[in-house]
């Protein structure tokens, strides 16, 4: 079955910088990477998603790449702000009815006003 | 719309209890998750839903867990029966078509088994 590695489990920033955080998986029939954002004791929330088809999406300060040929995607958040402070989950699928999410393990993210 | 509506919210009860956990998924949404969140093993899927129908239960950790969906509006998680290392937050999740699009959570049943 699929297996995702996140990468790195803690991220401290200062605000105003950038973070990124990375996953691999290790079925290259994946296609669908969405990453979700988990606030202390609130429900996982999808942020962005990405499919196979396509290398990088971007919605206002948060970007996802996706390099198949590595079998990694990362997210990218830029001029972070303390709200951004969560865990990061990244997440893969072969994207057929059948086929699940697998979640990476999380990242949390810390970001110092 | 309401989102994913779980309960209930919180759960405390002795071990050798039943517990069951509630769904009602987003309206229209053909696909629900069951999902469990712990500290040691992240988040785990359970057992998936597609309409009504279970896809694929592997995730299920054994016999003390049994899950149903008889109709799209609802959906049970039962435990019986349960045991401390059974406590967890629990999370519902519903999808329009697969797992391969955007899943939404619900707010989640954190269940402590004493």
């Known amino acids: 079955g699929e297996n995702v590695e996140q990468h790195p489990s803690t991220l401290s920033v200062q605000e105003g910088d950038s973070a990124v955080i990375k996953c691999t998986y290790s079925?290259?029939?994946?296609?669908?990477f969405p990453w979700y954002k988990q606030e202390l004791g609130k429900r996982p929330q999808l942020i962005i998603d990405?499919?196979?088809?396509?290398g990088e999406k971007k919605d206002q300060r948060i970007a996802v790449t996706l390099n198949k040929t590595a079998k990694h995607f990362s997210l990218h958040i830029t001029e972070t702000q303390p709200e951004d402070s969560a865990v990061y989950f990244c997440a893969a699928s072969m994207g057929n009815a059948g086929n699940m999410l697998t979640f990476g393990g999380g990242t949390r993210l810390m970001v110092k006003p | 719309d309401a989102g994913v509506i779980q309960s209930p919210r919180h759960e405390v009860t002795e071990m050798g209890q039943e517990v069951t956990l509630r769904c009602k998924p987003i309206s229209g949404h053909n696909s629900l998750f069951w999902y469990r969140q712990t500290m040691m093993r992240g988040l785990e899927l359970l057992i998936y839903?597609?309409?009504?129908?279970?896809?694929?239960d592997s995730g299920m950790p054994e016999d003390r867990f049994s899950a149903k969906m008889p109709n799209a509006s609802f959906s049970t998680l039962k435990i019986q029966p349960s045991e401390p290392r059974d406590s967890a937050v629990y999370f519902c999740?519903?999808?329009?078509?697969?797992?391969?699009?955007?899943?939404?959570f619900g707010d989640g049943t954190r269940l402590s088994i004493l």
């Open positions: 990405i499919r196979s088809n396509v």
């Open positions: 999740a519903s999808s329009l078509g697969g797992p391969h699009q955007p899943q939404h």
């Open positions: 839903f597609n309409n009504n129908v279970p896809i694929d």
């Open positions: 079925d290259s029939a994946s296609n669908y």
